[in-house]
Nanobody, 121 residues
Framework: QVQLAESGGGLVQAGGSLRLSCAAS????????MAWYRQAPGKQRELVAR???????NYAGSVKGRFTISRDDAKNTVYLQMNSLKPEDIAVYYC???????????????WGQGTQVTVSS
């Protein structure tokens, strides 16, 4: 059983910074890719950033240059450093992780519970 625990959301003024964390716990797996998605009110969930097991990253155009995704494999944790936050970044941010189960060598996708990010103008 894999569990994801997110933290770091909150309220910040425009131009400010936040860092989101997502820690995976459990046993019998290895982590493949890790990503952050977000969903704003009335909109579809969208990919914000992804980092592969090899460390390759990709970002949504709207956050490129402002957000940085990183991972600490020793802690099974993925981070999202968000700088120069804008009101349009307001959303619930979800951690997404793809795991390889050692029991059957099947890739499985897990989602965190979401953390709210609010930016005041």
């Amino acid at each position: 059983q894999v569990q994801l625990a997110e933290s770091g959301g909150g309220l910040v003024q425009a131009g400010g910074s936040l860092r989101l964390s997502c820690a995976a716990s459990g046993s019998g797996f290895s982590i493949d890719s890790m990503a952050w998605y977000r969903q704003a009110p009335g909109k579809q969930r969208e990919l914000v950033a992804r980092i592969t097991s090899g460390g390759s990253t990709n970002y949504a155009g709207s956050v490129k240059g402002r957000f940085t995704i990183s991972r600490d494999d020793a802690k099974n944790t993925v981070y999202l450093q968000m700088n120069s936050l804008k009101p349009e970044d307001i959303a619930v941010y979800y951690c997404n992780t793809v795991f390889l189960s050692y029991s059957d060598y099947v890739l499985r996708e897990y989602w965190g519970q979401g953390t709210q990010v609010t930016v005041s103008s």
